[in-house]
Each structure stands twice: as structure tokens, then as C-alpha cells.
């Protein structure tokens, strides 16, 4: 039996939106609903409506096991029926639609249990005809007003399961508390005169909760792991509407439960619980008793917080750059809403009318990058070696993958002044060319020789490698500080990774000798090294330690002990706790600062870091008024293509302005 396709009507104004009436009906097994036409304008007084927040394909996480047969269901569209008010003189005629099967759960569960406050609801795949490009374009343009002007928005997670009485038990039991009290027992819990990480069930005694087992843990997981959590839209979603519930099959809960106070609550119990309390007694490598407590899933928490608590993003979204680098992690199904999705909140002042799907999705980042400001713009570049995009300019950053690595700029590394000089700050030339990024700099240096990345460094024989590099600069003449001090800085761009001091030597010089002898002698054990290579790594060790004044680099007998230690089968782990030292303190930094970058040395005799695809021969760039220089490599035309900013010691506070001449620079 053919069915007639839905003809959508054009909409009256450029205010109006479509609704559909919560009277939905199920006949012979086929859903129905009628839509009808109001303007949102506030001073109209538009009928009180609610939105619906959901994801239009599979609502679990594609981690998630579930068997082929299923997702295959989740694949295919579902009909519905749709007309026009009854009540109209001029009738519509009623046609077919076919939707996402979660959206058609959703519906499915709201004809059974419809809320007694909902009169009218807009779902977007029905209310927006999504073949009239124009008519697409300027419903999103106005999502913004269709969200703020809301009731409330329904989050629809799709159908529960027995992963999700856990966290709607949860949600049940904070919602209960007045804002004060909660407040208030979460500051006792963090104060409490014993540590959370000693008595794990503390924030939970405050909050009179009981404590999760690790069955309720994993449910937790799973439930977190919903797609709805992690796409770009829930961003605008979730800040915009003044009131919200969670659905999730037939559990209900207010959305200010979950989203502002239970991952608050996971968030500070899985942070001051602390690595410690959770290593096994013979694991000194601090591994997690369990891969829900591991940094990863605490991670996953604090992410989620950061994409759908309205007071998290209230006091995050400062800046346009800043929800670009939120939207980059999330998914949707049309890489344009990476940028889109974002545009419309009315804490940026920002063209809509950018919002173009006509537009390709390389015209859409180009536009957006062209029109952003270049500083944070050329930080929030991502490594040439993640990019997905064909066709983009160097220097637009590719909004379809996560920003990786992040930039220093946001981790204490806004200190720097490689190219700043006076109140002149970093800016564009004119440009006949769109895709040519014109700007005032010149070349400081050239790299020319390569070391390990972070991987290779802590994983393989990369440190060995990198160190035997800095020899051969330094038997070259070069000069510094002092050679491994100025080593173990550059490596973690001279910063923690979370302030804007650089690191004690008192503290940081100790801790890399630690890293250092770890490395070293895990790569021996892991090599099966002997001989003659044992030979060399002795000769090395002893011809760096000779031209160093620091202790911050392990002995041959340091190495060739803790070989011996760790070989033995009767290897003790206080006498490794007292061997290592405290590594970790060196090796958090070198995490938060170095992973996904890159050690070399240029032609001058500087150490730098950079991207893991830096080569011989690209060049060391100083922009006019950036914080960093930047790697360039030169094309056949003249003009260069960009790798990324780099840290290179010597040059971070502006060493070489005094040098040369700024010239124009072209990027392609």
C-alpha cells in the first residue's frame, strides 16, 4: 500500500514554529499527531509548549553491547501519520513521515503516560520540514528563542533497561534536598575532619546516601554512556530551557537532579577519593582495583558536567572558542553543527544568519575561522596527524575531531611572549585569496633533528633516544642552563600543566631523575638489552652526567640496580616506592604538556617541542604578537603550511625580536 508524503505548509512569519498537539493517537498500530502553527515571539504570548532533547539514532552509546539484530531495528525509520488542527477552516491534508525509531519510543511512551502539563510539544525532525533547505536554515537560526521560550525541555535517554532504576534512585534522593541543605552538606563533605579518600563512603554518609556497590557502579557507567550525554546539541539544550526532565523509558526525574547535583557528587567523590586509596598493595604503579574508579571514567564525569550542568556551562561558556573546543567532542550526524550548534546561544554575539546548510561543510569552518580572532583561532589548532577534513586550509582547525593535543594557552602556558612586543597584537593582513592566511612574522630557526614523542618516551626507548640527540647538540658547541635541567623543562614546556609557575627544581628535577630511572630501566628489561648496547647506554648516561651540574639524571649504578631489583622475583614494593621517588609528579606533567608532541633540536642548538609530525627542515616561526613561536613548513609556492605551535627554550619571552625584521608570511 503506497502512502501519501506529508506536505509541510510554509510557515506564516519568521517567528512562527510548528507544534505538535500532545493528543496523540494510535490507530491500527500507527501513530498519529496533528501540528500546529504558532509564533514565539514573547510579546505574541505563543501557547506554553515543551521541547523534546534527544538523539535521532541509536540513544545508547556504540560501545555499548548490543547485538547486531537490534541495532539493525534501531536503523530503520518507523511511519507516523501527521495533519493539520481539526479545527481550521482550511483543512490540511494528512500525509505520512517516517521517523528514528528512538523518536518513535519516545512518542510511543508519551501517547501511554502523557504529563498532564504538556499541551504541546516541538520535536524537531517533525516541526521543521528537513528537505526545504531554506526553511531548515531558519528554524535553526531561531532553535535558541524555540529552547529559551520553552516550558520545559523533555530529555528523552530512550528506553530504560536494568542499568537505569541506579542513578533515577539517586536522582530521586537529591532532588529532595532545598537548595541550601544540599549546599551545605556538600561543603561539610569536603570539609569533614576525615578524608574521603581514607573513608569512601564519607560524601555519601553527608548526603545520607548509601554507597554504590560495584554492580551499581557499572549500571552508572553504562547509563552515562547514552548518546544523548555526548552530543553537540545538548550544549545549547541544556543552558537555554528554565526547567527540564529526564525520561528514560518510564523513569521521570527533574533534569536539575542529575545534570547540577548528581555529577556534582560523582565528580567530587571520584577526584578526592584520590589514585592512592585505590592501587593494589602490590601494584607500584598505581594502577585502579577497578576500571570504574579509573581516571578515565572520572574524566567521562567531569566531560559530561561540562557539556549538559546548566550551572557548569553558565560559568564556562565565556567565549565563543571556548564552546568550540566543547562542541569538537561531541557527536551529531552533520559535521556543519559542529559549529552551528553553538552559534545560536545568545551568549555570544554571533551572526546567525551564518547558519547555512547550503554551505559545505569546508565553507562552514573556513567562514567561521575566518571571521574568529586569530589568537585563540591558531591555538585551537589540532594536530595535523588527527585531521579528517579534506580540503581544509592549514590553518582552520578541523571542528570534526577533539582538539588533541590542548593548547599550553589553557594550562598555565599564557606566560609566554615569543612574539610580543608593546600592545601590538596578533593579527591578519589583507588577503585577495580567502583561503591565505596573511600574516607579520619571521623565521627564527630551523629544525633539524628529531626526537621521541610521548609515546615512544614512555612506552619504548624513546628517552634513550631523545638523550643521546641532546648529546650530539651539545658535542656540537651548544651552550645552556644546564643540559638536563633544560631538558626535563622543555619537555613539559617549563609549567605543571595546571598553573602558570614554572616547576621547582627543588621538586621537578628529582622527580624526572625518578621518571628517568624508571624509563630506563624498564626499556633494558623490555629490550632484553646486553652487551655492548649496555655499554652505550652506560657511556651515555656518564658523558650527560659529566656536563651537567644537576643530579636530575640516574646513575649507571642507579640503572643497573634497579634492573637487578626489578628482575628479582622477590622484589619488595616499599624498596620501589623509595627507589622511584615520587615519578608521578614529573610524569603528570609530561602527560598534561608533551602527549601527542614531539622533542627536537634546531639548527641553533635549541631544544623544542612540537607536533608529532614535525620534520628536518620546517621551519621556526615568530608571529607578530603570539605567545609562541609556530612550525611552518614551506611549500613549492612560497608560502607554508602550519604544524602548530611549539615551546622552544630560549626564544618563550621574546630572545629574538631583536633580530630580524617582521615580513609578511603567507599559510595556506
Not at 571520584?270 to 578515565?296: D, F, M, T, V
Amino acid at each position: 500500500m503506497e502512502h501519501t508524503h506529508y506536505q509541510y505548509r510554509p510557515l506564516l512569519n519568521p517567528d512562527s514554529i510548528r507544534l505538535i498537539s500532545a493528543d496523540l493517537a494510535i490507530n491500527n498500530g500507527i501513530l498519529s499527531c496533528q501540528l500546529v502553527e504558532v509564533d514565539v515571539d514573547s510579546k505574541k504570548s505563543p501557547p506554553p509548549y515543551h521541547t523534546l532533547s534527544y538523539t535521532w539514532g541509536n540513544p545508547h552509546s556504540v560501545a555499548k553491547d548490543v547485538p547486531n539484530s537490534e541495532l539493525d531495528i534501531l536503523k530503520q525509520p518507523t511511519r507516523i501519520t501527521v495533519s493539520g488542527p481539526p479545527s481550521s477552516m482550511d483543512a490540511w491534508p494528512s500525509g505520512s513521515l517516517w521517523i528514528t525509531k528512538n523518536l518513535h519510543d519516545f512518542l510511543q511512551e508519551f501517547c501511554r503516560n502523557p504529563p498532564s502539563d504538556v499541551q504541546y510539544i516541538w520535536v524537531d525532525s517533525i516541526c521543521i520540514s528537513q528537505t526545504d533547505l531554506d526553511e531548515r536554515n531558519a528554524q535553526v537560526r531561531m532553535m535558541s528563542k524555540t529552547f529559551a521560550n520553552c516550558e520545559s525541555v523533555i530529555v528523552w535517554l530512550g528506553l530504560d533497561d536494568p542499568d537505569t532504576p541506579t542513578p533515577f534512585i539517586e536522582m530521586e534522593t537529591l532532588n529532595n534536598f532545598a537548595d541550601d541543605d544540599f549546599d551545605a552538606r556538600m561543603k561539610l563533605a569536603s570539609a569533614g575532619p576525615e578524608k574521603i579518600y581514607a573513608n569512601t563512603s564519607s560524601i555519601f554518609h553527608y548526603l545520607e546516601i548509601s554507597p554504590f556497590t560495584d554492580e551499581q557502579w557499572e549500571g552508572l557507567a553504562l547509563f552515562l554512556d547514552r548518546s544523548w550525554f555526548h552530543r553537540v546539541w545538548t550544549i545549547q539544550e541544556s543552558l537555554l530551557p528554565s526547567n527540564g526532565v529526564l525520561w528514560c523509558g518510564e523513569f521521570r526525574t527533574p533534569i536539575k537532579g542529575f545534570l547540577d547535583r548528581s555529577l556534582m557528587v560523582l565528580d567530587t567523590y571520584l577526584a578526592e577519593r584520590g589514585i592512592s586509596a585505590l592501587k593494589h598493595p602490590e601494584n607500584h604503579y598505581k594502577e585502579y582495583s577497578h576500571k570504574i574508579y579509573s581516571s578515565a571514567f572520572k574524566d567521562r564525569i567531569s566531560a559530561i558536567r561540562s557539556r549538559t550542568s546548566k550551572t557548569f556551562l553558565r560559568g564556562k561558556l565565556h567565549s565563543i572558542h571556548v564552546a568550540t573546543r566543547m562542541s569538537r567532542s561531541r557527536q551529531c550526524s552533520d559535521p556543519r553543527d559542529k559549529i552551528f550548534a553553538i552559534l545560536g546561544l545568545s551568549t555570544f554575539d554571533w551572526p546567525v544568519d551564518d547558519i547555512d546548510y547550503k554551505k559545505s561543510v569546508q565553507d562552514v569552518f573556513l567562514e567561521f575561522s575566518s571571521k574568529s580572532s586569530l589568537g585563540p583561532l591558531l591555538y585551537s589548532i589540532e594536530d595535523p596527524s588527527t585531521r579528517v577534513t579534506m580540503g581544509l586550509p592549514s590553518w582552520v582547525p578541523d571542528y570534526c575531531v577533539d582538539l588533541y593535543p590542548v593548547s599550553w594557552m589553557t594550562r598555565g602556558g599564557s606566560i609566554y611572549s615569543a612574539g610580543i612586543q608593546g600592545e601590538c597584537p596578533l593579527r591578519r593582513l589583507d588577503s585577495q585569496d580567502n583561503k591565505i592566511l596573511a600574516v607579520s612574522g619571521f623565521v627564527v630557526d630551523t629544525v633539524d633533528a628529531i626526537g621521541a614523542d610521548y609515546d615512544e618516551m614512555t612506552k619504548g626507548g624513546g628517552l634513550l633516544d631523545s638523550l643521546e640527540l641532546l648529546e650530539e647538540k651539545l658535542d656540537n658547541g651548544s651552550t645552556y642552563e644546564d643540559i638536563i635541567e633544560a631538558f626535563w623543562r622543555t619537555l613539559i614546556a617549563d609549567l605543571p600543566g595546571n598553573s602558570n609557575r614554572h616547576p621547582s627544581s627543588k621538586v621537578y628535577g628529582p622527580s624526572f631523575r625518578s621518571a628517568s630511572l624508571h624509563l630506563i630501566a624498564a626499556q633494558i628489561l623490555k629490550a632484553e638489552i646486553s652487551g655492548s648496547q649496555l655499554l652505550s647506554v652506560k657511556s651515555l648516561l656518564e658523558s650527560l652526567l659529566a656536563k651537567s651540574k644537576s643530579h636530575d639524571l640516574p646513575t649507571w649504578d642507579d640503572v643497573s640496580n634497579l634492573v637487578s631489583l626489578l628482575s628479582s622475583d622477590k622484589t619488595q614494593g616499599n624498596i620501589l616506592d623509595t627507589t622511584l621517588g615520587d615519578m608521578d609528579i614529573y610524569l603528570n606533567s609530561l602527560r598534561a604538556m608533551f602527549i601527542c608532541r614531539r622533542f627536537f633540536t634546531t639548527s641553533k642548538g635549541l631544544l623544542g617541542i612540537g607536533s608529532v609530525v614535525v620534520l628536518p627542515g620546517d621551519k621556526v616561526v615568530i608571529l607578530e604578537g603570539s605567545g609562541y613561536p609556530f612550525l611552518l613548513r614551506a611549500t613549492s609556492d612560497g608560502r607554508y603550511r602550519l604544524i602548530g605551535h611549539a615551546h622552544v627554550r630560549g626564544i618563550m619571552y621574546g630572545e629574538a625580536l631583536g633580530t630580524k625584521e617582521f615580513q609578511r608570511i603567507e599559510i595556506e
